[in-house]
Every structure is written in C-alpha cells, then in structure tokens.
C-alpha cells in the first residue's frame, strides 16, 4: 500500500508483535571481556561462515573497528528511525554495506548515540532487518564497554563469549558469571557460548588477514563445529 500510494515510510507496531512468527529470525552477539578489539574480527568471521547459507547482516556498535564508512549516515540514523519507529527504506538501503556473504549497517561516526538506543530500539530495528528487507540473521559486535551489552543480550539467542588463552580470561568471566547469576539472570548464562580465541594484538596482522587465518584453521573450525551442533543457530 505505502509503495502503490508513494510513501517513503511508515510506521508500525507489528515489527514487534508477539503474535508474529520469528522462529526463522537469528540474533547473535559476540562479546569479549577482556579483549574487545577481538570483537570485530571474530564478529565478521561469523558473519562469512553464516552467510553462506543464511541472510547476514552485522550490527557494528564498535567505533573504529575497521569498517571504511561511506558519508554520515550510520547506526546512528538507523536508531533515529527505530527511536521514532518511521523507518524509510531508501535511507536503510544507504547505511548498509555489502560483501559478498554478509552485510553490514556502517558503525557509529559518534560513540555518543550509543546512549540514544535502548533494549526496545533495537528490537524494533532487529525486526525492521528481518520483516521488511529479508535477512534472517542478526550479528551484533557489542563494543566496548558493558552498556550496551546490558542493553541488548535480552534480544540475543545466542552470544558468543570470547575468551583469549592467557590474558586473565578466566578470572574475569568467573567473576562476570557470578554477577548475572546473582542478578537472577540465569536465562542469559543459558545463552552463553565460551569461545577459547588464540590470544592476538590487533597490531599484530590487518584485521581482514586475521579473519581468514581464524576462518581456515582451529577457530574456524572450532566455530563451524559449534554451529553444527547448536541447532539454535
């Protein structure tokens, strides 16, 4: 209706109704306490193996990742759209990259608009993503920072926990597990996924050279292996 009358957007509550059937949709997190920078990386990774048999688009909430950025507009003009819940389709189509498996919307230009979004902005933008231009799977880069994990873990099926060999991981999760556990979140401890990642510095290698080292040897298959076997995914 809105395309045959000539409307750019609009606006309904049914991107986030609980009488819609999401049972297709996939949100993935990936998140590190320790070694953030690794985020990214391992977050495209991902995307590449899933997006070889899925629709993938990667939510990049890390500034300065590694993601050239194409003008001004971003994240941030995504959570303007979700926040007012008036999503225009031509502007969605200029925030979002392409590679060849995946996709991706270009990260925040201003860390500052992190604190615009909510657990219900992203939702809504999640389902925009999934009702309106098709993907069905979600990957999202946390960042940096506790926030916006806080924010959005509730929205995710799955996350991904990194944990770098011999960089105090262990101490730090244990410690972070108590927490939520204590918190009685125990459904989001349910959703956890350890991951055990060779410890790097992100100086080491560009970081489209260490996605293909971690997607062709143990990571990789570390990964693939853990898709296979969790049908959640």
Not at 23 to 28: F, H, P, Q, R
Not at 86 to 91: H, L, Q, S, T
Not at 178 to 205: A, Y
Request: charged share 25%; glycine share 8%; net charge negative.
């Amino acid at each position: 209706y809105a395309k045959e009358n000539g409307y750019d957007s609009f606006s309904t509550t049914l991107l986030i109704s609980p009488y819609q059937n999401h049972e297709l949709l996939k949100v993935i997190g990936v998140y590190s306490l320790t070694s953030p920078a690794l985020q990214f990386p391992y977050a495209t990774m991902l995307s590449d193996i899933l997006g070889e048999h899925r629709k993938v688009i990667l939510l990049d909430l890390q500034q300065f990742s590694g993601f050239a950025k194409r003008g001004e507009l971003g994240m941030e003009d995504a959570v303007s759209m979700a926040i007012a819940q008036d999503f225009i389709r031509g502007r969605m189509q200029d925030i979002i990259g392409h590679t060849p498996n995946w996709d991706y919307i270009f990260p925040f230009k201003n860390s500052n608009y992190l604190l615009e979004g909510n657990k219900d902005v992203y939702e809504s933008l999640v389902r925009y993503l999934e009702q309106e231009l098709g993907y069905d799977t979600v990957v999202i880069n946390f960042g940096e920072g506790s926030m916006t994990f806080s924010e959005m873990k509730d929205i995710c099926h799955q996350i991904f926990l990194l944990c770098p060999k011999g960089n105090g991981c262990n101490w730090r999760e244990q410690t972070w597990k108590e927490e939520l556990e204590r918190k009685g979140e125990q459904d989001v401890l349910h959703r956890i996924q350890r991951m055990e990642i060779p410890s790097v510095s992100c100086t080491d290698m560009e970081w489209d050279r260490l996605v293909e080292s971690w997607k062709w040897g143990s990571v990789g298959d570390l990964l693939r292996k853990v898709i296979n076997e969790e049908k959640a995914i």
